[in-house]
């Protein structure tokens, strides 16, 4: 009886190391398929786009737009931009902490299962001396589907995981390429603006504020300066209907109410014009100085309404 059962324990000793074996050669293969943190963080920076040049522009760079256009445009370049960088390291951060978080999360969960299995060799092998009733075929093949059971549960989850990494950063993604379009859209408004101010032919004005517009529909800086281009060519119903389209959309826009006085002036409808031009001066001041030297207000010239409005010519300060 003692021999037997010697011969048992060492034949218990040989299956729990073929065991070892295979689930050591388990975790290298589980662990070869999983890429290194520092080839991560090497993929995730090698693609990082270049610095943004944010140098102040000299005097001969600047544009002869308003300025107060140009710093609103200038303004809303920067904060894109800002927003974007800002985003891209917030982002980098995120997603070296998540994988740092998953990987952690692998090695310890392969760790427990690599315990928990020597526990069960151990507590199997114990039964095996005590009873002496299970042969080592059904022992290993026992062990060998418990182990696949739990490496293809781990397996699943780590999956479940980099699943709603993935869609996390696609979500990011898709918010850094809109910021990029608003940007270049933005850019591009500000060449148009650009090139419309260097124009001297009222159907080429039109033509670029035609363009911007279908970049930014309804922009009431742009049909403002578009009915002034219908005046300038004399079609003062077309100018009259733009700034009705215009006034729709923002009422307070003093601007617009300027040059629906001009057109009503123009077709002869004195108090409409009166009217249009108390707004646009209740709306804004800067309005006084320009309306005394428009050609379309020669008809109101002589009413005292018009000097009520606009107040003594002598009394306005000089133009900028």
Same mark, same amino acid.
């Given at each position: ?15 729990? +190391?073929? =065991? %070892? ?7 290298? /293969? ?22 943004? @040049? ?14 107060? +256009? ?21 982002? *980098?951060?995120? $997603? ?6 998953? %990987?952690?999360?692998?090695? #310890?969960?392969? #760790? &427990? ?10 507590? $199997?092998?114990?039964? *095996? ?6 042969? *080592?075929?059904?022992?290993? #093949?026992? $062990?060998? /589907?418990?182990? &696949? ?12 995981? *980099? ?8 979500? !990011? ?31 080429? !004005? ?6 911007? =517009? ?7 800086? $742009? ?11 004399? @079609? ?18 003093? &601007? ?17 014009? =009166? ?6 001066? &209740? ?38």
């Amino acid at each position: 009886m003692p021999k037997q059962l010697g011969i048992l324990a060492v034949v218990t000793m040989m299956a729990g +190391m073929l =065991l %070892i074996g295979d689930g050591a050669s388990a975790q290298q /293969n589980d662990g070869s398929s999983t890429p290194t943190v520092a080839e991560q963080i090497t993929d995730s920076t090698t693609n990082a786009p270049d610095v943004i @040049d944010f140098r102040t522009l000299s005097a001969e760079e600047r544009t002869n737009m308003p300025p107060l +256009m140009e710093r609103y445009v200038l303004d809303e370049l920067k904060s894109l931009r800002t927003e974007m960088q800002g985003m891209r390291a917030e982002l *980098l951060r995120e $997603v070296v902490n998540r994988q740092l978080e998953a %990987i952690d999360k692998a090695i #310890s969960y392969s #760790s &427990n299962t690599v315990t928990y299995f020597f526990y069960f060799v151990a507590a $199997v092998g114990a039964l *095996l001396t005590m009873l002496g009733w299970q042969s *080592l075929r059904e022992l290993k #093949s026992s $062990v060998r /589907n418990l182990a &696949n059971t739990e490496l293809q549960r781990l397996s699943q989850e780590f999956e479940g995981r *980099l699943t709603s990494l993935e869609n996390e950063l696609l979500l !990011k993604s898709k918010l850094i390429n809109e910021h990029q379009h608003e940007i270049e859209r933005t850019q591009t408004i500000h060449a148009l603006w650009l090139q419309a101010n260097q124009l001297s032919n009222p159907r080429s !004005k039109i033509e670029t504020y035609d363009k911007i =517009l279908e970049l930014a529909p309804g922009d009431p800086e $742009v049909m403002a300066y578009k009915a002034d281009a219908a005046l300038q060519l004399g @079609d003062r119903d077309w100018a009259l209907s733009l700034c009705n389209r215009l006034l729709a959309e923002a009422p307070e826009n003093a &601007n617009g109410y300027y040059q629906r006085a001009c057109a009503n002036a123009g077709l002869g409808f004195k108090e409409a014009a =009166l009217a249009d031009l108390q707004r646009a001066v &209740n709306l804004s001041e800067s309005m006084r100085q320009p309306a005394w030297n428009e050609e379309e207000f020669e008809p109101l010239r002589d009413l005292p309404e018009f000097t009520d409005i606009l107040g003594e010519r002598k009394d306005l300060p000089p133009a900028e």
